[in-house]
T-cell receptor, first 112, second 113 residues
């Protein structure tokens, strides 16, 4: 059974700091991995999608990497800003059942 | 272009009642998936529909059902509501049945009292 874990559960950093969020999964049979942002009580905003054949994706200050063999992905946020404060979720796409399996998220606070 | 829309935004129901949640996908998207998100946890997969057929089902009881209409919009129905059904219900749309980027709506907050 696929399990997705995100560490740390919560993170507080000062503005301007570079940071890394971690995501691990137990089964490497995934077809993609997607990082999302969720503001309190809101829906999910897609940040980056990495297909299983790719190693990384970049968008602005965000960079996500994928290492299927070790079951790990990281989301790197450069020069963090208070507006980056949110919960960040990773999800892996599964071949069977067409569903996505989510981690519990990392709650990020960027202090001015 | 409009994103994924969901209605209603909030809903309060009593135990034992039935509820219907609605979702309209992004124009051109043929796949709709439903997720339940309990406070403090990641979303859990309930159903996926593609071209009006069920393509995936998560580990939820038969009280949960869904359907997709010819215009690709979808409804999620939950019967005999329990307190534990209180959650944020999220709808996601994508172009194809799998391996595509998922786009989520704002969700429907269901409270069961």
């Amino acid at each position: 059974k696929q399990e997705v874990t995100q560490i740390p559960a919560a993170l507080s950093v000062p503005e301007g700091e570079n940071l890394v969020l971690n995501c691990s999964f137990t089964d490497s049979a995934i077809y993609n991995l997607q990082w999302f942002r969720q503001d309190p009580g809101k829906g999910l905003t897609s940040l980056l999608l990495i297909q299983s054949s790719q190693r990384e994706q970049t968008s602005g200050r965000l960079n996500a990497s994928l290492d299927k063999s070790s079951g790990r992905s990281t989301l790197y946020i450069a020069a963090s800003q208070p507006g980056d404060s949110a919960t960040y979720l990773c999800a892996v796409g599964l071949y069977n059942n067409n569903d996505m399996r989510f981690g519990a998220g990392t709650r990020l606070t960027v202090k001015p | 272009d409009a994103g994924v829309t969901q209605s209603p935004t909030h809903l309060i129901k009593t135990r034992g009642q039935q509820v219907t949640l609605r979702c309209s996908p992004i124009s051109g998207h043929k796949s709709v998936s439903w997720y339940q998100q309990v406070l403090g946890q990641g979303p859990q997969f309930i159903f996926q529909y593609y071209e009006k057929e069920e393509r995936g089902r998560g580990n939820f009881p038969d009280r949960f059902s869904a359907r997709q209409f010819p215009n690709y919009s979808s409804e999620l129905n939950v019967n005999a509501l329990l307190l534990g059904d209180s959650a944020l219900y999220l709808c996601a749309s994508s172009l194809g049945s799998w391996a595509n980027e998922q786009y989520f709506g704002p969700g429907t907050r269901l409270t069961v009292t």
